[in-house]
Structure formats: C-alpha cells, structure tokens
C-alpha cells in the first residue's frame, strides 16, 4: 500500500490544494453561519445498530463565535449551546451542572464544528502538518498527512488525513486513540451551497494489522444553510 514520498509538494501545500478542491478559501471565510442535519448510526461488531440519532447542528463562526447542537435522545430533547465563551447543556429544560458532562458537551461541540469544517480547518493556529509516505485507497492514489495539534502529547490521539494525490480531494482519514484506531471513508460529498462539504461517511474500527474490523458508525449530512 505504501510508496515513496513525494518530495515536489509539502504538506501545507497538499492541504491548500485540497481547499480549493473543496470550494476555496475565501469562499470559507465568507461563511457566517452554518447548519445543517447530522444522521449518525452505532452499530454493534455484529453488525446490529446500537443507537440512531439525528442532529440539527448550528454554527455562528464570525465574531463572538457561537452554535448549538440540538437532537432527541430516549425521549429526552437535548440541546448543547455555546454562547459568550461558555457552554450548556440542557436536558428535557433541566440545566445540567456536572462538570464532567459539561467537558464532555464542549468537547463534542467543537469536535462537531471541526469536523464540518475540513480541510479547511486544519490550518488552525498552531497546527503542524507533516506529509508522509502515498497510501494506494483501492486505485486512488493519495497523498497521507500527519496532524498535530497544539498541546499534543504522546499519549494524545494521532490524526492522519487522505488526500486524492491528483484532484486533492480529502477522501479519508484515520485516528489512532488508546484502545483503538478507527478508518472514516467519506463517501459522498453535498456541493449544493458552492462548498464541498461531507454527505455521507463511514467509520470502521481497524484491527491489529490495519485492516477494517468493522463499520462501527455511519454518518449522513444534509440540508446545509449558509450564509
């Protein structure tokens, strides 16, 4: 699977061609707001779903950044908000005031936010990008880059990012976390508000040779509004 580097081009330049790939730069910057729906499904190893969920994901990305994720779960309506640098979490009108889920929630959202947001998000501050060795995807060849992020340590997860080594489309990417490294194919993609954004995804769980266990999640996008 593995060939040589490709010296001629750097990693930051990978992902800047990847941006334009994905509707540009500017385009992005243009962006004040942002929802969409997000459908994920678990699934157990046996291939049996384990939850089902449906979020309306909300996004204010200019000035006094803000949003919301909104989704009902065991009947309960649930709602995470980020306003004035501080994050909620409301279940069924009950305010929740547990520290723990309250890190829990903001770490959610803004992992929400992030995802949404590649590639063009991996040019946050800080941010390291390293190009390592073609990785072959069936027959598309890609360029693979290493992301690490400020405050990473060794014990932190290890991002590497997919990225079609002729159109610079971002077409996969793996994280390798403690108990596990999981592989997310991105499938499809909705073009319908001039961005490339992700429509549809799958997330496999890899064993001890790198190869695909099972699909542990599956996630559909839709519905996108920006303005």
């Not at 949404?116 to 390592?132: A, R």
Request: with cysteine.
């Amino acid at each position: 699977m593995l060939g040589c580097s490709d010296t001629a081009i750097t990693a930051e330049e990978v992902v800047m061609k990847s941006i334009e790939n994905h509707g540009g730069l500017t385009s992005w910057q243009r962006v004040k707001q942002l929802s969409f729906v997000k459908e994920t499904t678990l699934f157990f190893e046996d291939g049996t779903v384990e939850n089902k969920i449906n979020q309306l994901q909300s996004f204010h990305l200019k000035t006094n950044f803000s949003g919301s994720i909104k989704w009902q779960e065991n009947e309960k309506n649930i709602v995470i908000s980020f306003n004035d640098n501080e994050i909620s979490k409301i279940i069924n009108d009950s305010l929740v005031t547990s520290f723990i889920e309250l890190e829990e929630a903001r770490n959610s959202f803004f992992a929400a936010q992030y995802v949404v947001g590649q590639p063009f998000t991996l040019l946050g501050k800080g941010t390291k990008l390293i190009l390592k060795d073609n990785v072959f995807i069936g027959d598309i060849k890609t360029y693979a880059v290493n992301v690490i992020y400020p405050n990473d340590t060794n014990m932190s997860d290890k991002w590497t990012y997919f990225f079609d080594s002729h159109t610079f489309e971002m077409v996969a990417n793996k994280v390798e976390l403690s108990n596990h490294t999981s592989w997310i194919d991105n499938i499809t993609y909705d073009e319908s508000s001039g961005i490339k954004f992700n429509a549809h995804r799958k997330s496999y769980r890899l064993n001890s040779l790198g190869e695909k266990s099972y699909l542990r999640a599956e996630y559909f996008y839709r519905n996108f509004k920006i303005n």
